[in-house]
């Protein structure tokens, strides 16, 4: 998205005003982006949060007091998953409970749909059924380019169906490597360049360039129109290479005057120097390749450099070890299959504590993305004084399944013990204050299931875009104000 | 330089390496003959590799993209003087349920890859109008005009289209130049030249189109040489390979197959040799896998890796090997370090070298500590995740769905239970499990004397070990064979048939990247009779039909 042309003469006047009173270029730059950012209203963020494999419900649901929405603990429920959360950010969250994934949405296979409401009717829709997921709706909206980012997105060979979360039209695949996220967000900033007057010559060269490719295609599609099976694959092609022509720089106005300093991006900068690219799938890096990621994701979006941005920790079951925060086991098979009591050893006891430990890595999830990613977003917004960046934020954490026991794709009554049984839902958490189009410090709850669509229209429409989302009925109405 | 060349592995294997269990279905699901499943998901899987027809058969013209590996091998053989000297990336490939990245329905250009391609060509631009300019176009040093972009499109146009450019696709890139050159200058014109050729759809796919005759596609001269460069090479046909074909030398099933086997002993169709074969079976996948018990593991997996590939060099491609002896190789090439991890005796020297194994140290592929490795969880071995490789890989059993409930797959619990009796309590006696880890858990049992580092055990936490079992047949309700270690479940396997029709399945999808099945039938027959090599085999696909010709469905 390139700068208006009245925004552009603000920043032009205030740098030459600074030249002229004696400040140095590279002050007088500082303090034109500076007047640019407070002409311009404060832009609206996104972040999109993945945990994988979905929560035990009985320490992931709020506990809500009195029948009163408003008044609920996210640290009073066993592990408590969203504990983290209680102290600084309850205010700002809200839970829903009460979603369903598109007819056909089953197990961890749900992930591909899970985002898009896009339905293949009794089973999931085939690989070349066109899909966009919310993240990339709410940067299309904004005419922005999203920042995706994963640490273990994939299997290291490629991407199979357990990664495929994201789509634009097609499956996306995020960027594994922090530290050349990090360089393309922040590339230049700081730098003391001046802005160029006039519109940037290049844009007319590169037009011309991607219109020769679109005619390429155009002659393709024209020279195989017999080939009725490779016309979807021309016709995709195409789409994509238009809409490369049509796309924005990636970037509103940056609000920051340097490139931030991140502790997690310089240590990874330092453990991978000198290393094949494979270092970047090492299951030992796991957990910095993470911290990195949420730390870029936090400061992309305090910065305003992105202003929609999605993290994707790992791939649906992915079968990491995660003794690393303390609790031995893959987490997938070993930990996340949490059928409550299962003992087919008596004479060793019974495990009550196998649900308690899949809840810690979940809780381990939240923790890294509160630490990282949403602590920078507690402070001043730069482009809205008085506010904090969160209050301009909608961060939005999801999962493909309610919980790993029954890996349902709606709500379903389970017994974690000998206690009374419990709801599963989608975890489906809202936190930030979307710029005021949000109402926040609540638990929604449905007494029958919508379509999780629902909540993405929503977050669309109080992100101030619109949304499509085939299995929608409608936005939910208790978030927005 | 930033692109990933990272050894692909099996993600229909993969897709199951989170397996706990699985549903109550029992039935071998096969789709009917030759035509596409899509496996109860609605996702498009491939062909039934498994499927025989008898006679080969042809399928239909489409455009294959290149894969993100093949892209980067044809730049860097195009473009020799910039090799090093760009960096950009190209995401991960959509693999197929057979584990391969060039599967030519999943292969498209979405939003992503259309962005990257441009950056992509953008890199290599900016890095050939630099100083190479002068070595790539010489013309560039005395006479910057559009005569001598027109030798660039002569030269690099070509090979990126692997054909000549028409005088219209010439006149347009001409044009571009020209836009560019007027505004810039002479090389930022070369540049963007290069940045639209790169991501021009005649360069990104490779056509396996033809022309039409008398009903048939009969494939040009420049496909029939594309074809062999990237189905045996993984890159870009050398302007050798297309003036050959032009000639029309390459005219005959004959001469193709001939033409196939010289490729497939170079240094690229040793590579996509390989690559097969990490498709297929998933061992390179230990290189990035962990495991927390044993510490040395870490500096060792690469290693394993490397065995495993001077194993499948010499056993392939050195002794021209098939299936029989891919399974029953005495043999490995452990490094000295590698040799102690396994408890080999102590190797001379410091390089890997050809090492008989011990006698009851297993034998062949299954052996290999690499595959082993990565098919085990973190702190245990996995009978079931080995006994499937077998299944699916081997015997084309395809797994059934994972059902919603699955029961926990509780912690190992060392100096009470071996895995073994673990996976034997938890999924025999559940019926909710049994119906499915029957048909799989007890060949993976003929693993269980190797820990999930690949090392040999006697015992596991005190408890004496067993891998005496058998391969179920189909329907778990009687044995295909008994053994009672890995060498006789391996010399097993290697005396049925079902591996040898499966593995034939599997070589040709991987060759045509296509969704229909029994294209490579011609010497099929002759590979399921042990006749033939795996190389001969991949060389007599390029004699099929379905190589020249292609028809509408």
């Known amino acids: 998205m390139g700068h208006s042309n009245a925004s552009l003469r603000v920043r032009r006047r205030v740098f030459l005003s600074a030249l002229g009173l004696g400040l140095t270029a590279a002050a007088a730059a500082r303090l034109s982006r500076v007047a640019l950012a407070q002409a311009t209203p404060a832009s609206k963020r996104f972040l999109l949060f993945y945990m994988p494999h979905g929560a035990p419900p009985e320490h992931f649901r709020p506990q809500v007091m009195a029948d009163d929405p408003t008044a609920f603990s996210l640290n009073e429920s066993g592990v408590s998953i969203l504990g983290p959360l209680q102290a600084d950010l309850k205010s700002y969250t809200t839970v829903v409970q009460g979603l369903k994934y598109p007819k056909g949405a089953m197990t961890h296979e749900a992930i591909v749909v899970a985002l898009s409401g896009v339905s293949g009717g009794e089973s999931l829709p085939a690989d070349d059924v066109p899909r966009v997921t919310l993240e990339h709706q709410i940067a299309a909206g904004l005419n922005v380019k999203p920042l995706i980012l994963g640490a273990c997105a994939h299997r290291p060979f490629g991407l199979d169906k357990d990664g495929k979360l994201m789509w634009d039209g097609t499956p996306v695949v995020p960027e594994k490597n922090p530290l050349a996220a990090y360089d393309s967000v922040f590339a230049g900033l700081g730098q003391g360049t001046t802005p160029a007057p006039g519109p940037d010559p290049n844009i007319a060269l590169t037009d011309a360039l991607h219109s020769l490719t679109e005619a390429e295609l155009q002659g393709l599609q024209q020279e195989l129109k017999a080939l009725t099976g490779e016309q979807t694959k021309l016709k995709t092609h195409l789409e994509a290479v238009q809409a490369l022509k049509a796309s924005g720089s990636g970037a509103g106005v940056v609000s920051c005057d340097k490139a931030p300093t991140l502790a997690a991006v310089d240590a990874l900068r330092a453990a991978a120097a000198g290393q094949p690219d494979e270092f970047f799938l090492k299951e030992e890096n796991f957990p910095k390749l993470l911290a990195a990621q949420l730390q870029l994701a936090g400061a992309a979006l305090r910065c305003n450099a992105r202003q929609v941005v999605a993290v994707q920790p790992m791939y649906t079951n992915c079968e990491f070890d995660f003794g690393f925060m303390g609790t031995s086991g893959a987490h997938h098979s070993v930990l996340s299959h949490t059928q409550p009591q299962q003992n087919p050893y008596p004479q060793v006891g019974l495990d009550v504590k196998v649900r308690e430990k899949f809840a810690s890595c979940q809780r381990w999830f939240i923790e890294q993305l509160l630490t990282h990613a949403l602590t920078p977003l507690l402070e001043p917004d730069p482009a809205d004084p008085g506010k904090k960046v969160i209050d301009n934020t909608i961060v939005y954490v999801m999962s493909e399944i309610g919980e790993g026991a029954y890996h349902p794709t709606a709500t379903t009554k389970i017994q974690p013990g000998p206690s009374e049984p419990v709801l599963s839902y989608l975890p489906s958490v809202i936190i930030g204050g979307g710029g005021g189009a949000l109402k926040s410090g609540q638990v929604v709850t449905f007494a029958q299931d919508r379509p999780a669509g629902d909540v993405y229209l929503s977050l669309c429409q109080a992100m101030g875009v619109t949304g499509t989302f085939p299995d929608a009925t409608g936005a939910v109405k208790e978030v927005l104000v | ?553």
């Not at chain 2, 239909?60 to 053989?77: K, N, V, Y």
């Not at chain 2, 870009?236 to 074909?245: F, G, K, S, V």
């Not at chain 2, 297993?362 to 499937?388: D, E, F, M, Y």
């Not at chain 2, 073994?420 to 559940?430: G, T």
């Open chain 2, 1 to 553: 330089m930033m692109r990933l060349n990272g050894r692909l592995c099996v993600a229909g294997l993969a897709g199951l390496l989170g397996l706990a269990a699985c549903g109550a279905s029992t039935e071998t699901k096969k789709p009917p003959n030759g035509d596409m499943t899509t496996g109860g998901s609605g996702i498009v899987t491939g062909p039934d590799p498994v499927t025989l027809c008898g006679s080969s058969k042809v399928g239909a013209p489409r455009l294959r993209r290149l894969s993100r590996d093949e892209i980067f091998h044809t730049l860097d053989d195009i473009f020799p003087e910039v090799k090093g000297a760009w960096s950009a990336k190209l995401s991960a490939d959509a693999i197929s349920k057979h584990g391969f990245d060039n599967d030519s329905t999943l292969l498209v250009v979405g939003k992503q890859l259309a962005a990257e391609l441009d950056t992509l060509g953008t890199a290599v631009g900016t890095a050939l109008s630099g100083a190479p300019l002068a070595t790539a176009l010489p013309c560039s040093t005395t006479t910057k005009d559009a005569a001598c972009a027109q030798q660039f499109l002569d030269k690099y146009g070509k090979r990126l289209f692997r054909r000549a450019l028409t005088p219209d696709e010439s006149a347009r890139y001409v044009a571009l130049f020209q836009q560019v050159s007027t505004a810039k200058d002479f090389a930022t014109g070369i540049s963007f030249v290069t940045r639209a050729l790169v991501q021009s759809p005649h360069a990104v796919y490779r056509r396996e189109v033809g022309t039409l005759v008398a009903g048939t596609y009969e494939l040009s001269p420049a496909e029939l040489a594309t074809e062999l460069a990237y189905d045996f090479t993984g890159t870009a046909p050398t302007p050798e390979l297309l003036a050959a074909a032009e000639a029309g030398q390459l005219a005959t099933p004959e001469a193709l197959e001939a033409k196939a086997r010289e490729l497939l002993i170079t240094d690229n169709g040793l590579r996509v040799v390989e690559k097969f074969f990490d498709s297929w079976l998933g061992y390179g996948r230990t290189s990035s896998v962990s495991k927390p018990g044993v510490p040395e593991f870490d500096g060792l997996r690469d290693q394993m890796v490397g065995e495993t590939r001077r194993f499948l060099g010499q056993v392939v491609v050195t002794e021209n090997g098939g299936l029989n002896e891919l399974l029953t190789a005495s043999f490995t090439y452990p490094t000295p370090s590698l040799a102690s991890f396994y408890g080999f005796p102590a190797a001379a020297g410091s390089e890997a070298t050809k090492t008989e194994r011990p006698a009851g140290r297993g034998i062949g592929i299954l052996a290999q500590g690499s595959l082993l490795a990565a098919l085990a969880g973190p702190n245990a071995s996995s009978p079931t995740k080995r006994g499937v490789l077998v299944m699916d890989r081997l015997l084309c059993r395809v797994p059934p769905p994972v059902p919603p409930s699955v029961p926990t797959l509780s912690p190992p619990q060392p100096g009470t239970f071996t895995t073994r009796q673990h996976y034997e309590e938890i999924h025999a006696k559940d019926p909710a499990c049994k119906a499915c880890h029957s048909r799989f858990d007890p060949i993976g049992f003929g693993f269980e004397h190797y820990d999930e580092v690949g090392r040999y055990r006697e015992q596991e936490g005190g408890l004496p070990v067993s891998s005496v079992s058998y391969v179920p047949t189909d329907d778990a309700t009687a044995h295909l064979f008994d053994f009672t270690n890995l060498e006789e479940l391996a010399r097993g396997l290697a005396q049925q048939k079902l591996p040898y029709e499966c593995t034939s399945g599997f070589l040709s999808t991987y060759v045509y990247g296509a969704p229909e099945a029994c294209l490579g039938e011609a010497k099929r027959g002759t590979f399921i009779e042990q006749k033939l090599s795996f190389l001969d085999y991949l060389a007599s696909l390029a004699a099929e039909p379905h190589f020249r010709q292609r028809v509408q469905p």
